[in-house]
Every structure is written in structure tokens, then in C-alpha cells.
């Protein structure tokens, strides 16, 4: 298993079924919320520096993903903060310590940003 940072189009093949697979085991109102991302707005996001991703193989399986935006505080500007845009690990990788491993790296890649 490896865990590590990612550039958008380097995964964006293997990245779209398990967005779709998340979003179909956590989505409610799937009727309502339609998975649509904006990817237009990660890739300009990740040209300027405030968007990254951790990824999870397993192989050449994408095994799990953890994005993060990299936001000013609005109500103190000198601070930025990493916000968590999505997390996901497939079924029959989960219980094993990948989270935290994603997180880990997610943190560090943030503080060092």
C-alpha cells in the first residue's frame, strides 16, 4: 500500500468511479444532489497551490482519496486553514490504519504548504 500526493490529472481516470461509488454510499437525496464537480475549479485550484490530494494505491488500484482546499480565515485573514473537501476509502480497504496514513500526510502536506 502506498500513500501519497497526487496531482489531479495524473489520477483523473481512476479517481471518477470512486467518487461515484462515494457518492452513491453517502449521498441522501441523490434526486436533489447530483454528482457534478466542478472540475474546472480543482484543476485552477491546484495551478494556483490551494487545492492537493493524498491518494491510496494498492498496486495500480486506487484504493482511497483526501482533498483539501487551502482557504484564508475570513475573519483573520493572515491565517489559512485546510479544509477537508472530501475523503473516501473503498470498502475492503478500510479498518486496516489507511486513514490515518491519508490524514497524516494530508496534515503535513498542509502545514508545509
Known sequence: MIVRLAALDEVF????PLLRAHWQEIAHHKHL??????????RLSEQNGTFFAVIAEDGAALV???AYFL??????APII???NDVLYIVPGHRGCGL???LMRL???EAYRR
Open 106 to 108: 494530508g496534515e503535513a
Open 81 to 83: 486553514l485546510a479544509r
Open 13 to 16: 481516470d481512476r479517481v471518477a
Open 71 to 76: 482557504v484564508k480565515m475570513i475573519h483573520n
Open 64 to 66: 482511497g482519496y483526501n
Open 33 to 42: 444532489a447530483k454528482l457534478a464537480p466542478d472540475w474546472d475549479h480543482y
Open 99 to 101: 486513514l490515518r496514513q
